[in-house]
């Protein structure tokens, strides 16, 4: 009886906080506290970025959303807000994981699979990849060879995904492996050209 009473005076407690806590305005600071730190997160982003490259020019519909470690590598990722598609560049320095003979070989499809099946023990893996289209993509000032596949995909909201690849190698002598994928119904080369021909060296 004690331990119930003592459950429901805690309770009480809560409540009354919770209505003191609003009643002066501490809503009002939380969702300060929110902003102050998701344009903390977003600025440390794009600080990131500049390793990478110059963005500024980018419209405002794309967000860089963070650097990351991906497959021992520093990348960059990168969203088209209202479409959800997802551009990346990976950089591996001096050693290429792809060539721009290797994205214009007829031999692609296996590499691409190779690469996959060398970090299938990351958060997402890949199969059944399949190139469908080549062309050209304006990137660091260069125009370059990219190659469009479709593939499946697990631990991904969707399974069966579409996207571009293609490689550069910058000013510095630094290879760079540039991808943009998206749901395969929904992906956009137009939105993979515009982020990418803004993608400018520094």
């Known amino acids: 009886m004690f331990r119930m009473i003592k459950i429901i005076f805690n309770a009480f407690l809560l409540v009354l906080a919770f209505i003191g806590f609003n009643a002066i305005g501490g809503q009002k600071y939380v969702e300060m506290a929110k902003t102050h730190i998701v344009n903390f997160v977003q600025e440390r982003a794009e600080e990131n970025a ?107 909201p969707f399974s069966d995904l579409a996207g571009i690849v293609a490689s550069v190698t910058t000013t510095d002598g630094s290879e760079k492996l540039v991808l943009s994928i998206s749901e395969q119904k929904r992906y956009s080369q137009l939105i993979a050209d515009e982020f990418f021909r803004n993608v400018k060296e520094n």
Do not use: W
């Open 50 to 156: 500049k390793k990478f490259g110059n963005f500024s020019g980018l419209h405002e519909e794309f967000q860089i959303d963070n650097t990351v470690n991906l497959f021992g590598y520093r990348a960059i990722l990168a969203e088209h807000k209202a479409s959800g598609q997802k551009m990346c560049i990976i950089d591996s320095k001096k050693k290429p994981l792809l060539t721009k003979e290797d994205i214009q070989s007829q031999n692609l499809e296996k590499q691409l699979q190779e690469l996959a099946d060398k970090f299938k023990y990351q958060a997402v893996s890949f199969h059944e990849i399949n190139v469908i289209s080549r062309g050209t993509l304006n990137v660091y000032n260069q125009t370059v060879p990219y190659a469009k596949f479709e593939a499946k995909a697990n631990k991904l």
